[in-house]
Structure formats: structure tokens, C-alpha cells
């Protein structure tokens, strides 16, 4: 009895039966880890106990696939094999396994202590490796559809939805439907600055200026303490050039003025003043420069500056150059808002800058009618009446020597056209018209070097370029 109850349950069950090895594969000695060595004991008996009780041969557990549990054949009923180099040798079969087992659990402890240190380390760190937190991505908001878009919007709404309506558009992106709702809040309530402040907002969005400029002076109007105004009507004083006003809003926006602010307005009236000083000593590369400088430190929109700019150009022999900045700085060039705003004297220098701009590339009736305008607005300037003079004379001189070109009175076409010339020596179209006619006279040397001055000085203008190659064409020169 002794021995028969050392026998283990797969013994007493007939493990080298089918039966036995289901039973063992459903025991619960495999399906929980194994206790501490104090409660093998415990384990043993309470197996022995319940392996004692099992009667009913139906109720057996499945089949197991483990080979660990099932009792060793004798050699004799082993298949003959030939011995492996472990097999020969089992120490070291036995010391190789040791070490795949042990280098296995530091795998799997490494393994799981970089995966714990990546769950539980702290800002971020990996090891050597610091992990930078990445952050949220946001969603574009001009991607976003409006809650009315497609939805006839009922504009008779409370201003301050409208209001509301107009700063989401405004944070989308759309400025010009954001300026739709100002608008309309503004007629529904003409009387709060708000309206008119955010509207201001979204005209400069726009590249409207000197809208934004009206509307902010209105709000101001409506509220003179209104510090957000104030801001926004320095800066935009500041980009248009007015540098004495900005100083003065931005003295006024309380808390929303900045120390910057102050030192960009300060560096834009030394500008200013050295481009002046350079225009009186006609130190056109250093005006060039200063203008640059203005233009960089905020007054990006300034007419001022970029008809200072138009003027150095225009001196140094660079008129594509000067005519292209000249545009830029007078898109929406209106006298009335421009007197409202800079005054007569430099609205009327703009206009002579553009006289002067129009007489280089040939344009002479705009010239004229852009110097009849500044000589109404300061007809007490001297450089005004010179620049109507020169205006008038190289339209006339231009019109008289066509007349007698297209009559074939080649010498007296170049007599009128010289006199042209000596009102304004570098004129390329003039340049290129006397080269014409001299080409026609057999003087092809003289109207080579006609057309060479005025391709320097307009280097695509190709109408010289060709009277330059067909002169270059002939036998003689070739």
C-alpha cells in the first residue's frame, strides 16, 4: 500500500493509455503555476485525494500533447539513432541548454524593463535617447466649413451675432466675407466702435489701408479712449509712413503698445531723414539705401518712401527698376483720400515723382496731366513747374517729330527730336526715334549709339534692339 500510494495520478490512471495523457493535460498541476515549496505538500494531497475519488471512467479529461509527463520507454523499445554531439556528450548538451536558457530570460528581463522604462519614464527619456513630446495637431480652420455656409443668412440679425459671424470668418480666413457681416453690423449699429475696429481689421487683411485707416479714425471718433484702436491705427500709420501720427496712437494704446513698436517707429524717422538729407545733396545711392532700410523697418506701404525710392532710381539710370516700384507704391492711387491723409505737399510730390516716371518710359500725355495735378496742389514749388515744363516739352517734341517722320522729313524729324533730348538727355524713346531717323539718313554709327544709350537705360525695350541689329545689318559695320 506504501508503495501504491507513492504512485503518482497519471500512474494510477494508466498514463501510457490515451486516457492518462488527457487527464494529465486538464490536471491542475499544468493549467496554474506552480506554488512556493512550502505548499507542494498541500498540492500533492489534495491531487491524491481527488485522483482517489474519480469512479466514473466516462467524465476524463482530453488529450495531452506534452511528452514531459509520460513515463520513459525502455531502451530496447527506442528506435536505434545515430548520437547527436549532445547526445555524446551530455554535460555539455546540459551547460548549452543552461545558457540558452539563461541568455533567454535576460532577453525577455531587457525586453520587458524597455518596455516598462517606455510606459514609466518620466518627460519623455528612453536611456540616452530623449524623446521629444510631439505636439497635438490642430485642424486647419480655413479648411473648415461655416455653420451658414450654403444657408441663406438672415442679415437682420442682432449685431452682435453679426459680429460674432464675422469673427469666425475673419479666424477662418475669409476676410471678405468677415468684412460682409461688419459691414452689416455696422448698419444695424453705427453708434459701437467695435464694428468699425474689426472692420478695420479685416480692410487691412485685404491690403486695404487706407479704408482701415477711415474706419479706425471712425471708432476713434466714437470712443477716443478705445486703446485697441489706437493700436491699430499706429501701426497702420506706421506701414503707410506717417511716423509722427503712429508715435502719437501708440502713446495712447495703453497696454497694447510695446517696446518695439516705439524703436520701429524711432529707426523709420531716421530713415526718413537721412533719405531727405541724401535728396538735397543728390546722394541717390544712400537715398536708395535708406529707402530700403524704411521699407524693412514697417513702413511697407508707404507712398512716401516708395516715391523716394522711384526718384534714386530714376537718377541713377535704372528707369524699368524705378517705373515697377513706382506702381507697387501707388496701387490705388487716389488724390482725394491721398490729400485726406499725407497732405498737399506730398501728394503733390507723388505726383511729380509720376510725371517724371511717366516721361521716362515714354508715357508723355499721362505725364503731363500727372504734372498739371501737383502744380494745382503746390503751385508754389519750383521743382513742380520744372517738371511740367520738361513734360510738356518732350510730349511736343515727340508729336512734331512723328509728323515729320511719317512725311519723310528725316533731318527735320532728328532737329526736333534732339531739342526734345536736351530737355531730358536720357529719354529711350526719344533716343530710339532719332536713331530711327538718322538710320534713314545713312548715319548708321550715330544710330547705333542711340540705341545702345537706350537699351541701358531700358534694357527690354526692343524696338532699340532691333534699329541697333538692323544698323549692325549693314555691309559696312557688319
Known amino acids: 500500500m506504501a508503495k501504491l500510494k507513492k504512485l503518482s495520478t497519471g500512474q494510477k490512471m494508466g498514463c501510457e493509455s490515451v486516457l492518462g495523457c488527457i487527464f494529465q493535460s486538464w490536471s491542475p498541476s499544468r493549467r496554474k503555476p506552480s506554488l512556493p515549496e ?9 491531487l491524491a485525494k481527488s485522483t482517489s475519488t474519480i469512479t466514473d471512467p466516462k467524465i476524463l479529461p482530453r488529450v495531452s500533447t506534452d511528452t514531459s509527463s509520460q513515463p520513459k520507454k525502455s531502451d530496447s523499445q527506442k528506435p536505434q539513432q545515430k548520437p547527436n554531439s549532445d547526445e555524446s556528450h551530455p554535460r555539455k548538451s546540459s551547460d548549452s541548454a543552461r545558457k540558452s536558457s539563461d541568455s533567454a530570460k535576460k532577453s525577455i528581463s531587457s525586453g520587458s524593463s524597455r518596455t516598462e522604462s517606455k510606459r514609466f519614464s518620466l518627460n519623455g527619456v528612453m536611456g540616452n535617447i530623449i524623446v521629444k513630446p510631439q505636439p497635438a495637431v490642430k485642424p486647419d480652420v480655413s479648411q473648415t466649413k461655416s455653420r451658414w455656409e450654403g444657408k441663406p443668412v438672415n442679415y437682420r440679425l442682432d449685431p452682435e451675432a453679426l459680429k460674432r459671424m464675422g469673427n469666425e470668418e475673419y479666424c477662418r480666413g ?7 457681416f461688419y459691414e452689416r453690423a455696422i448698419s444695424a449699429d453705427p453708434k459701437t466702435p467695435t464694428y468699425w475696429c474689426n472692420k478695420s481689421a479685416a480692410l487691412i487683411s485685404l491690403g486695404r489701408l487706407l479704408e482701415a485707416s477711415d474706419a479706425c479714425e471712425e471708432a476713434l471718433r466714437l470712443n477716443p479712449t478705445y486703446e485697441r484702436a489706437h493700436q491699430r491705427l499706429a501701426s497702420l500709420q506706421l506701414r503707410l509712413g506717417e511716423v509722427e501720427k503712429a508715435l502719437c496712437h501708440y502713446n495712447e494704446a495703453g497696454k497694447y503698445t510695446e517696446t518695439k513698436h516705439i524703436e520701429q517707429v524711432e529707426d523709420v524717422i531716421k530713415c526718413l531723414k537721412r533719405c531727405d538729407e541724401a535728396r538735397r545733396s543728390k546722394e541717390w545711392n544712400v537715398a536708395l539705401k535708406e529707402t530700403l532700410f524704411a521699407i524693412s523697418y514697417g513702413a511697407d506701404s508707404s507712398p512716401r518712401v ?3 525710392q522711384t526718384e534714386a532710381l530714376l537718377h541713377l539710370q535704372r528707369h524699368e527698376e524705378a517705373y515697377s516700384v ?5 496701387k490705388r492711387f487716389e488724390i482725394d483720400s491721398f490729400i485726406k491723409i499725407f497732405g498737399l505737399s506730398i501728394t503733390s510730390y507723388l505726383l511729380m515723382v509720376g510725371a517724371q516716371v511717366y516721361i521716362a518710359v515714354g508715357r508723355f500725355e499721362d505725364a ?12 508754389s514749388s519750383e521743382e513742380v513747374n520744372v517738371v511740367a515744363k520738361t513734360a510738356r516739352a518732350v510730349a511736343s517734341a515727340r508729336l512734331s517729330g512723328n509728323l515729320l517722320f511719317n512725311a519723310s522729313k528725316f533731318e527735320g524729324a532728328c532737329v526736333v527730336y534732339t531739342e526734345g533730348l536736351e530737355k531730358d538727355p536720357y529719354n529711350a524713346l526719344l533716343l530710339c526715334n532719332r536713331a530711327a531717323s538718322r538710320f534713314k539718313l545713312g548715319l548708321f554709327e550715330k544710330a547705333i549709339e542711340d540705341c545702345t544709350l537706350a537699351l541701358s537705360l531700358q534694357p527690354s525695350y526692343r524696338k532699340a534692339r532691333r534699329r541697333r541689329a538692323d544698323s549692325y545689318a549693314k555691309p559696312r559695320l557688319f
Open 306 to 308: 516708395y516715391a523716394l
Open 368 to 379: 503731363v496731366t500727372a504734372s498739371r495735378q501737383a502744380a494745382r496742389l503746390d503751385p
Open 38 to 46: 512550502k505548499d507542494h505538500r498541500v498540492k500533492d494531497n489534495l
Open 174 to 180: 475669409r476676410f471678405a466675407q468677415a468684412l460682409v
Open 326 to 330: 513706382y506702381q507697387k507704391g501707388t
